[in-house]
């Protein structure tokens, strides 16, 4: 009975159809024509595309480690959990983001700020009355702002982020990354992404060599200090020497060979300290990162507007099938309480 019932309601459908062609004509051409003006009145939306390879540096931070125990310093377990697939989410993060749009610029010779504009020429202005009097003023600190402000910065984060901004590796085998962003004016667009792409690379660059900068800062303080002290070694012994006019007794050659240990002491510290300053140093400048950009986001932008033929035909099918969809639910209605009234 399924099948019968099928091939019977198709073709109930198609009679349908062929009966009333006329209105099914004139409903698809207004929609068509409708859908080619508002094709038409739609403002084109500007996508960057940004490419760059990460070279994370080296990981390997055993002797960094063991430098840093020689001064009672525990940095844990010597892998580093940002890692290049952490990149992305660092790039997106409410961090980075906000960081971006608080910045300013410069766009038809007036300043702003990146989400003062942003705001000005989307539409959420518009569809939200509440925010028309919230402004983000160029040189505002960000600890003044006000509970409204710090609510529209954090729902035009969340807007942008999830619908305007991709960040991917689109192939697993290599370090190359992908970033587009999308918004209704093309400068914006592209001083978006180069800031976004910037303001990562510097904070990416902090964490991955956080640790080792920590170490070489301590070694450089206690190597000066240990100059320091052979150097003020060494003075005191010449003075001693000058000031003692009886060399001939042994008791005034005491702090001369005081001053003479503590030089041999000094001066052997400070040549150990010395290379582990250089080795320091050199394993900072190799934990440093490289993001090197590929294709950046030039002019011309990648402009998505949907065209007005397009529009038409989508308006003048998804009408049509409306109007079956209509119909078909009123027909199946009317024969349900037919078989109701039988009963």
């Given at each position: 009975?399924?099948?019968?019932?099928?091939?019977?309601?198709?073709?109930?459908?198609?009679?349908?159809?062929?009966?009333?062609?006329?209105?099914?004509?004139?409903?698809?051409?207004?929609?068509?024509?409708?859908?080619?003006?508002?094709?038409?009145?739609?403002?084109?939306?500007?996508?960057?595309?940004l490419t760059f390879a990460l070279d994370e540096g080296n990981n390997d931070v055993s002797n960094l480690m063991s430098l840093?125990?020689?001064?009672?310093?525990?940095?844990?377990?010597?892998?580093?959990?940002?890692?290049g697939d952490n990149i992305t989410d660092i790039m997106k993060s409410r961090r980075i983001v906000e960081k971006v749009f608080l910045s300013v610029d410069t766009f038809n010779t007036?300043?702003?700020?990146?989400?003062?504009?942003?705001?000005?020429?989307?539409?959420?202005?518009?569809?939200?009355?509440?925010?028309?009097?919230?402004?983000?003023?160029?040189?505002?600190?960000?600890?003044?702002?006000?509970?409204?402000?710090?609510?529209?910065?954090?729902?035009?984060?969340?807007?942008?982020?999830?619908?305007?901004?991709?960040?991917?590796r689109p192939d697993r085998k290599v370090s190359i990354y992908e970033v587009t962003v999308t918004s209704p004016d093309e400068k914006f667009t592209k001083d978006f992404t180069d800031r976004l792409v910037s303001e990562t690379n510097n904070f990416y660059t902090e964490l991955r060599t956080k640790k080792a900068k920590e170490t070489l800062e301590i070694l450089e303080q206690r190597t000066a200090t240990?100059?320091?002290?052979?150097?003020?070694?060494?003075?005191?012994?010449?003075?001693?020497?000058?000031?003692?006019?009886?060399?001939?007794?042994?008791?005034?050659?005491?702090?001369?060979?005081?001053?003479?240990?503590?030089?041999?002491?000094?001066?052997?510290?400070?040549g150990e300290m010395f290379k582990n300053l250089e080795l320091a140093r050199f394993q900072y400048l190799n934990s440093i990162p490289?993001?090197?950009?590929?294709?950046?986001?030039?002019?011309?932008?990648?402009?998505?507007?949907?065209?007005?033929?397009?529009?038409?035909?989508?308006?003048?099918?998804?009408?049509?099938?409306?109007i079956i969809f209509i119909f078909w639910i009123k027909r199946v209605v009317r024969l349900k309480t037919t078989e109701e009234d039988e009963i």
């Open positions: 009975d399924g099948i019968p019932n099928v091939m019977n309601n198709i073709y109930e459908g198609m009679k349908f159809i062929l009966k009333r062609w006329y209105l099914f004509m004139i409903a698809a051409l207004l929609a068509g024509i409708a859908g080619f003006f508002y094709a038409g009145s739609q403002k084109p939306a500007y996508k960057s595309h840093a125990s020689q001064f009672g310093i525990n940095f844990g377990n010597s892998a580093s959990i940002f890692s007036r300043p702003y700020t990146l989400i003062e504009y942003y705001l000005k020429i989307s539409n959420f202005r518009k569809n939200n009355s509440k925010t028309a009097a919230i402004h983000f003023p160029p040189g505002q600190l960000r600890n003044n702002f006000t509970y409204q402000q710090d609510s529209l910065l954090f729902t035009t984060f969340q807007n942008f982020t999830k619908n305007k901004i991709t960040a991917d240990m100059k320091g002290n052979l150097n003020s070694s060494i003075t005191n012994k010449a003075a001693i020497q000058d000031e003692n006019t009886n060399p001939a007794f042994s008791e005034a050659q005491v702090p001369v060979q005081k001053q003479q240990a503590n030089i041999q002491v000094y001066g052997a510290a400070y490289l993001m090197q950009i590929i294709d950046a986001a030039n002019y011309p932008m990648e402009k998505i507007k949907m065209s007005r033929l397009k529009a038409a035909i989508i308006g003048a099918f998804g009408i049509c099938f409306i």
